[in-house]
């Protein structure tokens, strides 16, 4: 119901950070780099935009933890940059399981404040991973870029290998 609002799909998967080219991302006083896709982006009829992304899993905890998730604001300012000039608005999580029949829409405003939250979480993440005493946090999997503004995944052999379990929890 609610995204049979005057929208027009503009794109269906729209993928960044593929095959190296990570989406360089600047958060608060550090920066990102992303890879991913986002399953839908609809151009309402203000000329604003809406982020969706389909979950076929259990809708509870994203309802529950309202706020405590990243994704949606991240993609928010990925579709931003990607399709530049562009404003979302707001991201959608559509749900797709059949016990989410009678529920299965949750918006979400992107509000300035949110967009401070994500930058000042980014911020204190990227500042404990960087912390020599949190090493083990971030090592063997991340290391800084050469400006040491941004973490990025490790390019050695034993890096490589530990990305594979890492990304698992991160």
Not at 81 to 108: C, D, K, M, T, W
Not at 128 to 139: C, D, Q
Request: aromatic fraction near 6%.
């Amino acid at each position: 119901a609610e995204l049979a609002r005057q929208t027009t799909p503009v794109c269906a998967e729209l993928r960044f950070g593929e095959e190296g080219d990570d989406l360089r991302l600047p958060l608060g006083r550090h920066a990102i780099l992303l890879t991913g896709s986002i399953d839908r982006v609809d151009r309402e009829a203000d000329g604003t935009y809406t982020i969706v992304d389909y979950k076929t899993g259990d809708g509870r905890r994203f309802r529950r933890e309202q706020g405590r998730h990243l994704q949606h604001l991240l993609y928010t300012l990925a579709a931003e940059q990607l399709l530049e000039g562009a404003h979302v608005g707001r991201a959608v999580y559509q749900f797709l399981a059949p016990e989410e029949a009678r529920n299965r829409v949750l918006s979400i405003r992107e509000t300035p404040e949110q967009r401070r939250d994500v930058q000042a979480v980014v911020d204190a993440l990227v500042d404990l991973l960087g912390r020599e005493e949190s090493a083990w946090l971030a090592k063997p999997c991340f290391a800084w870029d050469d400006e040491g503004k941004t973490l990025v995944p490790g390019e050695d052999e034993a890096r490589s290998r530990a990305m594979g379990s890492c990304t698992r929890y991160c």
